[in-house]
């Protein structure tokens, strides 16, 4: 159980095109969702919190305008990246809060961005 | 502000020996303390996790952790370590009246010699 999916999970795209990220817990529903991303050889850093039906909330530094995030359901959430640039190129990560058991997040497996 | 430390970036160990990480945390009350594990290019998986109770904490493959409040630590064990165990380990603290909002430590990485 509480497994969660990323969808692509390599994506190589032109600077300047818009990318959309997929994350979905699979057998659990999750009015919450994290959106991280990591940098090589480093830890994780927090981009977002996504709440279904609501707006998300950034993290400090982070350009809402330019990472939107959508959580139009209580298993799927959407990063995109638009107008990306090559300092976009990440590792994209997502997780899930799980309510049983409680306060726990579980990840996906997370999506290299590559921009050109 | 909350913060997380693993004092050790690197460890070595031999396989078969024992595994100890480090974790110190700087928390305004006792936090959610969690374990994970992340492979190469993989996303993170649950080892274990600290909310109250028992101190000692058993987690999946063959990992436990302790929780000392006194030493602001949570430091991950492992007895006998297996060439499977490579990957790079974080720690992390983070509260319901925080929005669940996880503080990673900056992650120690696991090599196994044969």
């Known amino acids: 159980g509480a497994v969660v999916s990323q969808h692509p999970s390599r994506v190589i795209c032109k600077s300047g095109t818009s990318v959309k990220i997929e994350c979905r817990s699979l057998?659990?529903?999750?009015?919450?969702m994290f959106w991280y991303r990591q940098f090589p050889k480093q830890s994780l850093m927090l981009m977002a919190t996504s709440n279904e039906g609501s707006k998300a909330t950034y993290e400090q530094g982070v350009e809402k305008d330019k990472f939107l995030i959508n959580h139009a359901s209580l298993t799927l959430s959407t990063l995109t990246v638009t107008s990306a640039h090559p300092e976009d190129s990440s590792f994209y990560i997502c997780?899930?809060?799980?309510?049983?058991?409680?306060?726990?997040?579980?990840f996906g497996p997370g999506t290299r961005l590559t921009v050109l | 502000a909350q913060s997380v430390t693993q004092p050790d970036i690197h460890i070595t160990v031999s396989e078969g020996a024992s595994l100890e990480l480090r974790c110190n945390y700087s928390?305004?009350?006792?936090?959610?303390l969690f374990w994970y594990v992340q492979s190469p290019g993989q996303g993170l998986q649950l080892l274990l996790k600290y909310f109250s109770g028992d101190t000692l904490v058993q987690g999946i493959k063959g990992f436990e952790a302790e929780f000392k409040r006194s030493q602001s630590s949570f430091n991950l064990r492992k007895p006998s370590v297996h060439w499977s165990d490579a990957a790079e380990y974080f720690c992390a603290v983070g509260a319901r009246a925080a929005g669940n909002k996880l503080t990673f430590g900056g992650g120690t990485r696991v090599l196994v010699k044969p």
């Open positions: 997780s899930a809060l799980s309510g049983n058991p409680a306060d726990t997040q579980y």
């Open positions: 928390y305004g009350a006792t936090p959610y």
């Open positions: 057998d659990f529903q999750a009015t919450t």
